[in-house]
Nanobody, 115 residues
Framework: QVQLVESGGGSVQPGGSLRLSCAAS????????MGWYRQAPGKRRELVAA???????NYADSVKGRFTISRDNINNTVYLQMNTLKPEDTAVYYC?????????WGQGTKVTVSS
């Protein structure tokens, strides 16, 4: 079994920054990719950013230039640096990992951007 533990969420004013982290543990053979999704009330869960084991990154258009995803392959940890946050970024953020032919979800961490 694989567990994903997220941290770093909270409340911030527009223009502020937060850094999310997600550490994978358990019966891990290899992790092909890790990423972040988010879901706002009344909306579908959407991919925010992902990174492969080879360092290839993908970002949603709405966060390009503001968010940066990075990965520590040794510790199986993925980070999401979120800068210039907007109210539209308010959502529950979920870590996702793809490994061994399966995919796993983190528990979610809340991000609230408001004045």
């Amino acid at each position: 079994q694989v567990q994903l533990v997220e941290s770093g969420g909270g409340s911030v004013q527009p223009g502020g920054s937060l850094r999310l982290s997600c550490a994978a543990s358990g019966s891990i053979f290899s992790i092909n990719a890790m990423g972040w999704y988010r879901q706002a009330p009344g909306k579908r869960r959407e991919l925010v950013a992902a990174i492969t084991s080879g360092g290839i990154r993908n970002y949603a258009d709405s966060v390009k230039g503001r968010f940066t995803i990075s990965r520590d392959n040794i510790n199986n940890t993925v980070y999401l640096q979120m800068n210039t946050l907007k109210p539209e970024d308010t959502a529950v953020y979920y870590c996702r990992t793809w490994t061994g032919g399966y995919a796993y979800w983190g528990q979610g961490t809340k991000v609230t951007v408001s004045s």
